[in-house]
């Protein structure tokens, strides 16, 4: 530094700059610096910065600034196309302001919303089945479902029906109305994830195996109930917790213990990718309305966004300090939303990967994410035996201090 202040002395002598003029250079060539480093870093996912200084009229991070990929209140960000942001709880992009409050009496695991965004269903740890009424905010049923926790419910893309899978091994289907209609299976292995493939006449399953001889995923036909195939690639032994459907209902997507993510088509022996990025367990798996993006999220408390034709990572994001238990994607694609142990939902906006901010929405676990009747509406479900609705009221990209 001492010599490169000395060449541009020389410099400004002979263009006759004053000491000020001296200092802006100086500013503006650390600036460029910094900011490449920056870049960098923001390409590896680490966005956040302890520590800034204030030079002329804008904030820049010193020299020995602390990075971190993870949030935390009063931290400073920074975007290579932005510059250095605060990053205080009243300073966050996101604003969401709390519509309503449900007591289901016993903690959520699961939660889903009709097409029309009418009802909700909740799956809770006492087995039962919770439906609420959204244009009322009350519960109008509560059904003695299961014998054990209801690991997942979904509505089918009519609204007519829903399906529920349990600890106890079943997987059964439902009116909308709430009268059992018929038990696709019962198994041993517990039922963690099931969803309606999208044209209604298949479901697809996950499970913690009991024998690791079987399949921890399996594709089911719903009129007559049938197993269509299981799938093993998720190897012996290890247990899926999240599947999801493509769009084009041709295959779906699921995450387990062995950390990682498969995309696999009904078609083919083999999956599409199965990469092993993530450092701890797959939880949770959301699909873009069309399919440009798949995203998961696992215990590490990472979320990475892949692209479905080939496995490549587009982004990693991260925010939350532990476990990641819920993960949807808004109808539109825009937002992506997850919560996790630590009671947190964050907003991000897609496919950029932009942290919009986070609310500390239960105590305890959020356990489910759904969007309602659009991009604005956000109901939640936690281990506080709690469904809270959220209207996201506002949101904008980072503004100068």
Known sequence: MDRE????????????????DILSLLTARWQGEVRARLTSLWKQGKVFVSKVEFAGSDWIPAKDAKWTSKWKSGYFGYYPDLG????????????????ATLDMGSQVSSISVSPAGSNLVVGLYSGEIVIVDLNLLRISKKIPAHSRRVWAVDFSPDGERFVSGSQD??????????????????MEDWVTSVRFSPDGTMLVSGHKIADPHRAAVRVWRVDP??????????????????VEWLPDGKGFVSGGSDKRVACHLLDDELPLFQPDKHAGTVTRVAVHPSGKWIASGAWSGTIKVWEPATGKVLQTLEAHNTRISALVCSPSGKFLASGGRDSYFYLWEMPEGRLLGGMRAHNGWIRSLVFCGGDTVLVSGGSDGYCKIWAIERYRRWERE
């Open 5 to 20: 202040l000395s060449m541009l002395l020389d410099e400004a002598q002979e263009d006759g700059l004053i000491v000020g």
């Open 225 to 242: 109930p049938s197993l269509v195939s299981p799938f093993t690639h998720h190897g012996p032994g290890k247990n899926v917790y999240a």
């Open 84 to 99: 250095v942001h605060r990053l205080g709880t009243h300073d966050q992009r996101l604003q969401v302001r709390l519509l």
């Open 169 to 186: 091994g079943r997987i059964k289907i439902w009116s909308s109305d709430g009268k059992e209609m018929k038990v696709v299976a019962e």
